[in-house]
């Protein structure tokens, strides 16, 4: 039940896999879609997305470096864009099976059955089955020396959200988007509302609590 | 529908906080303990924690700069300790509380009313509540210059986490363990759980999807 540093690096590697990727709670799981200079779509699973900021608005991704190839990072790094794309119930299925080791230059969008749609100003394809989706551009490449990974930091350049989904203060309803979360390496999870609470205030808390 | 760059930028600010905030998809949303070197506890709501690497085990979190008071990033960078306490449905709404203003030296953990619980090996506190938590030591701090904000990389040195929650293949089941989500800036959210998938493979793409 509780484990000390040494008890981690015991664990056998695919138990610890799971173990430390499941630790840190439930992720969003989003679809990547690039496209390389020889003109071949990608698209992968990432659940490593985080938000940088909204002014400007920045996202951040944590990927393993292969640079060599037409694959996520290689394509980003050569063309400086990206799209982000969420994944719905409906085709989570095809979402996880981008993960497998197709060959360089097969896409993802024909092997597992979702189509790539692109728009002005964004060198990659979108999933036209997402219902919430973003363009970045490159704007840094940060080495993260302790595991050989890199942080690719994109700006939103492009963002598409049903009117239907946003509240009047700017919050999107993810949950009415039927946006998907996930856990560990290969756990897909809707969601249920809890709530929305107010704005924190100090003099507030024996209230609100 | 369709946002360019130009409309993200005209956006009102509270509203652009709510929209890029929501956007990145489902967020881990956790409670950080610290404690200063005068020996004040301090607990803080996070949801930009992200896996960074399984072995070594490795976590980041986005933060921004105020080093110079007791404050989670204060706290880190003198004490080299912090601690990562998931969330549950229970005591949510005291975890959300921790994001007031509370005046430096004044611990969250009274005024939310939640119990600080510290165990060997890491100077920072646990909260008692919490039934997955971890325990990481700083190990580097990097400098996001496109908007001011720090990237805190944790080795994770001490791991709590009940048997009952934990697969024979190392997976924890979040879902049971009752650990929550967020979206935006304050939405909370339980999940249910869709499907874990098997290990995608090229050759099963037709059988699986």
Known sequence: MIYEQN??????TRYRANFINSLG????VTLIGTKSVQGNDNLAIFSSLFHLGANPALCGIIIRPNEEKQNTLGNIVTTGFYTINHIAPSFFKKAHQCSAKYEEGVSEFKEVGLEPEYMEGIAAP???ESHIKFGCELVQKIDIEWNGTYLIIGK???IVVPDEYIAVDGFIDLGKAQTITCSGLDSYHSTLPLARLSYAKVDEAVREI
Do not use: R, T
């Open 126 to 128: 979108f999933v036209k």
């Open 25 to 28: 709670g439930f992720k969003s």
């Open 7 to 12: 008890d981690i690096i015991q664990l056998e």
């Open 156 to 158: 939103i350049i492009k």
